[in-house]
């Protein structure tokens, strides 16, 4: 099985992007201390913003690298890339607005054991940003094979 590099990376990228801007809703409620209103108004508008961003984002990206990749044969080199990428993005992108947060103020931190943590891993394992790299890379395998 080879890793493709490329996949990872791209994946990554994205589900970074993502994990930092899920969390600014947050961030900014702690940090200058808004109503509980606001929060929602930001958290609002942060999540539509993602909501129709990532999925057509994701997808393009995947569906240009899939013209040239053959996901039948290589299935375990494609998804496990894909699958780890927008896990560990997620993942990485939960902590930088944490740090900031510490650095400025102190207080108490999420540390990456607490119950908290688990579920925001355990949610970003099975995000749709996987789903929506695998079903990109599918389609475009399928379109390939499919036009002479």
Do not use: C
């Amino acid at each position: 099985m080879e890793f493709r590099w490329k996949i990872f990376a791209v994946a990554f990228v994205i589900a970074l992007a993502v994990g930092v801007l899920s969390n600014v809703p947050t961030f900014l409620f702690r940090m200058l201390d808004l109503t509980p209103l606001w929060y929602s108004w930001i958290a609002l508008v942060v999540n539509v913003a993602i909501f129709f961003a990532s999925p057509g984002l994701f997808f393009s990206a995947f569906y240009l690298i899939g013209g040239k990749i053959d996901i039948v044969a290589e299935f375990l080199s494609v998804v496990v890339p894909l699958f780890l990428g927008s896990w560990v993005g997620h993942l990485i992108g939960y902590f930088p607005l944490q740090f900031i947060f510490v650095a400025q103020y102190g207080g108490t931190f999420i540390d990456p054991w607490s119950l908290g943590f688990l579920w925001y891993a355990f949610r970003a394992a099975f995000s749709y940003e996987f789903f929506v790299g695998f079903a990109a890379l599918s389609m475009a395998y399928i379109v390939r094979k499919r036009s002479p």
